[in-house]
């Protein structure tokens, strides 16, 4: 099992990024790894909400679970996968006039992906930081500016 865990600020307000992590439908727009999100289950989104997720040119889906939902402050999910099983966390706290985002996994890879043993934490950490960081671009790039 890896662990992955980081930290990101992003110049805009927690309730805002805890929404469009939550809706993973919005993953797409920030994600460019990510195909497209189906939602599984009635809105509205919290705890419960599922989400069929499909991944780019790997056409590998991934069902996507809400296990807990305490709005804005933090979000536990569940992800499988046939390529590995996700669990963890991400907490949004008001820093700075925006928002630190952590995120904290256990992952489990399953099939030919366990043979990378101890690569797979550094390699999990890289692409979860890129992910991050795209809503972060996503996010302030859609902010209003203020003149001047």
Not at 22 to 39: G, I, Q, T, Y
Not at 101 to 123: C, D, E, H, S, Y
Not at 125 to 139: P, Y
């Amino acid at each position: 099992m890896a662990h992955i865990s980081g930290q990101i600020h992003i110049d805009a307000p927690p309730e805002l990024v805890f929404d469009t992590v939550a809706d993973s439908r919005k993953e797409p727009s920030f994600n460019p790894e990510m195909r497209d999100v189906e939602l599984l289950t009635p809105l509205p989104i919290g705890a419960g909400t599922r989400f069929l997720a499909r991944m780019g040119k790997s056409r590998n889906e991934m069902l996507v679970e809400i296990v807990d939902f305490d709005r804005p402050q933090r979000l536990l999910t569940q992800t499988t996968s046939s390529m590995m099983a996700t669990s963890g966390t991400l907490t949004f706290s008001p820093s700075e006039g925006g928002t630190l985002m952590t995120w904290n996994w256990q992952v489990q890879p399953k099939g030919w992906l366990r043979a990378l043993g101890p690569l797979f934490g550094p390699i999990g950490n890289r692409v979860e930081r890129g992910i991050w960081t795209g809503l972060k671009r996503h996010l302030e790039d859609a902010a209003p500016k203020s003149p001047g």
